[in-house]
């Protein structure tokens, strides 16, 4: 017992010992206020209500009501022009604005442009996105798999897709269990690779 809690011991000390070794941005405070620094010296001064890490490269941050993202050496990489602010899977930031949402990587980089109403993730390395009332499919990557045409989508269980499209619904299931990816049509899309069932909610 005692050989087994000593090595959670050091391996707790070295995990936490060695983010500054690595020379990782830290977040500090001061008036409720946060900033960055690293190995102690102070990258950009406490003025940031909130920042939120994005990966180990940058943070969402927020200034005077709107959100932004800042790289790990103090360098804006989105300008603070956002109301809203969601962070996905450690790497993703969601930006919205009157209603409408984009989607940036942790690197600052447009993944999708800001012309949805909604952006959610999906599984399978997709998002799934809204405009209009129409649904569609976003890769990781920023491809389109299924360009925003169907009255609804869902997945209720892995590597499942139920899409109702034109009036009907569609079953969508990957054979090889991997990633989902499909074609801009679905009535294209391959055989061999996918089941595909018409049935009736």
């Known amino acids: 017992m005692k050989k087994i809690f000593f090595i959670f011991f050091i391996i707790f000390i070295a995990l936490n010992v060695n983010l500054n070794a690595f020379g990782l941005t830290e977040v500090y405070s001061n008036k409720n206020k946060f900033g960055l620094k690293k190995d102690g010296i102070e990258i950009t001064p406490a003025i ?3 920042l939120i890490r994005l990966a180990d490269t940058s943070y ?3 200034k005077k009501g709107k959100y932004g993202i800042i790289s790990s050496d103090g ?5 603070a022009k956002y109301t809203q602010a969601q ?7 969601r930006l919205g604005l009157n209603g409408k949402y984009a989607l940036y990587d942790n690197y600052g980089d447009l993944i999708i442009d800001r012309e949805y109403n909604s952006i ?3 599984f399978g390395r997709m998002f799934l996105v809204s405009k209009n009332y129409k649904y569609g499919l976003i890769s990781f990557d920023g491809d389109i798999i299924l360009a925003p045409i169907a009255d609804d989508i869902y997945m209720p269980e892995r590597h499942i897709l139920k899409i109702l499209y034109d009036g009907t619904w569609y079953a969508i299931e990957q054979k090889d269990g991997l ?8 009535l294209a899309i391959e055989k061999d690779k996918f089941n595909l069932m ?3 909610e």
């Open 179 to 186: 990633t989902l990816e499909l074609p801009d049509d679905i």
């Open 60 to 62: 969402i941050f927020l």
């Open 75 to 79: 360098e804006i990489l989105v300008d």
């Open 120 to 122: 959610d993730i999906l």
């Open 48 to 50: 940031y209500s909130k």
């Open 198 to 200: 018409q049935f009736v």
């Open 87 to 93: 962070r996905f899977i450690s790497k993703y930031a």
